[in-house]
């Protein structure tokens, strides 16, 4: 079975953000400012436990830059069997379809993949669109919000998959190849191994341009302009204890600030 699983690096959770002149900087308290997307990390287990149950390859496909060979190196050393960087400078600020474009052609330069991972969305962009429109791009059936995967008949060419969706679960079955996006409930990531981090470091990851994917360089001009990022403006909270002798004379107190504050 042929898995790919599409990787995003992005700020670490505990980054710490700043913003001058509209331009965003990072730095991580923990030394590590950039990682594997968090909800990656569960699609990339979901695509290794295939891997292992069906045989075949678990591929780690990213967009990104030079920088996102580390977060590919990672995916090697939890046990993908390849990983590829779509690396070009026509991507630098593309938008979700663009980024959307660029994994399809990848995914269909591949040839013969039954499944694409993707995590549910990006702690950065954080806009969920990716995953369906790569699907879109593919002609292939997006099945989003995955918690369970039940049951791959190989020889019928269809998949069982578990969904959540509002107020509880589905149970979806969809012909091969498929899309899909899981949450963090489908499994526990598995740590990467010593073995793993050696042969990550040993590995050399092929990086792939616009050309190499038969994609135009305008294929991923952005149409959303996101460029004018500004720190909200700082609010003066304070904060007021109210004494009194009793529970009802404290509960008066405060109804007669709020409505001094114009809150009620
Ligand atoms: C602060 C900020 C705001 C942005 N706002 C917008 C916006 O409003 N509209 C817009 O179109 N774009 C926006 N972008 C750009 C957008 O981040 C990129 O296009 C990105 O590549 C995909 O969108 P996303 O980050 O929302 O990812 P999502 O769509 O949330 O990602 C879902 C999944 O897709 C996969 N994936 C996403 N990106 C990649 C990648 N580069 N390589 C491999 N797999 C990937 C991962 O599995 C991920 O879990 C924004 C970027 C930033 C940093």
Redesign the pocket.
Known sequence: MKIV??????PSTTAVFSVNGGK?SWDDPGGKPLVV?P??EY?VEAAIQLQEEHGGDAIA????TEE?LEALKTCLAMGCTEAIL?NDGA?R????????R??AAAIEKMGDVQIA??????I????????V??AVKLGWTPLTFVSAIKEIDAGGGTITVERQVSGGKETVTAPLPVVI?VVKEINEPRYPSFMGIRKANRATIPSWTAADIGLDASAAA???D?SR?YPLPARDASVEMISGDSPQEIAKKLVDRLFEEKVL
């Open positions: 699983v599409c990787v995003k690096q992005t965003v997307n909800w990656d699609a496909l990213s967009m990104g996102s779509v991507f600020d593309a938008d979700t379809l663009g980024t959307a660029v994994l991972f993707f995590g549910k969305q990006a950065d962009g954080d806009t969920g669109n990716t995953p429109q790569v996006s952005s149409r959303v996101w990022v």
